[in-house]
């Protein structure tokens, strides 16, 4: 699929999306940002790491604002992201895979727990991860 294409059906799934598949959307782009920042240091292209990292920090900083500060889980979930975000700093300062392979953990079984409690909230078969 040509970048075109790519960028019209993303942009598609996220004018169609329900606001909890954005969510899961963009814990998904934060993983992958950091898997390709944790390739990036794995080949020590330190500029497409530096790139990503700043990707991942900026989702993280976009799943803060969403917060519904309603509901006590939003603080805690403040503190998470502002967690991941202390450590991706950290990453790019420092190159340090394990925090970043930390990191990656973190958000992904935060994005597993949104998926299946979206499922269980929502009745549906099958959530986008």
Not at 13 to 35: D, H, R, Y
Not at 42 to 54: A, Q, T, Y
Not at 85 to 94: A, D, G, P, S, T
Request: net charge negative; hydrophobic share 45%; with cysteine.
């Amino acid at each position: 699929m040509n970048q075109q294409a790519q960028a019209t059906y993303l942009r598609m799934q996220v004018n169609t999306a329900a606001p909890w598949e954005l969510t899961t959307m963009l814990f998904s782009g934060c993983i992958k940002f950091m898997k390709q920042g944790l390739m990036a240091i794995e080949n020590e292209d330190f500029n497409l790491k530096n790139i990503n990292i700043k990707k991942a920090v900026d989702i993280l900083d976009e799943l803060t604002i969403t917060l519904n500060h309603n509901y006590e889980i939003a603080d805690q979930l403040g503190k998470i992201y502002d967690y991941v975000k202390r450590r991706l700093f950290h990453v790019n300062f420092k190159l340090d895979v394990y925090a970043l392979q930390e990191c990656i953990e973190l958000i992904s079984e935060l994005r597993d727990t949104w998926v299946m409690a979206m499922k269980e909230l929502h009745g549906v078969a099958k959530v986008q991860s």
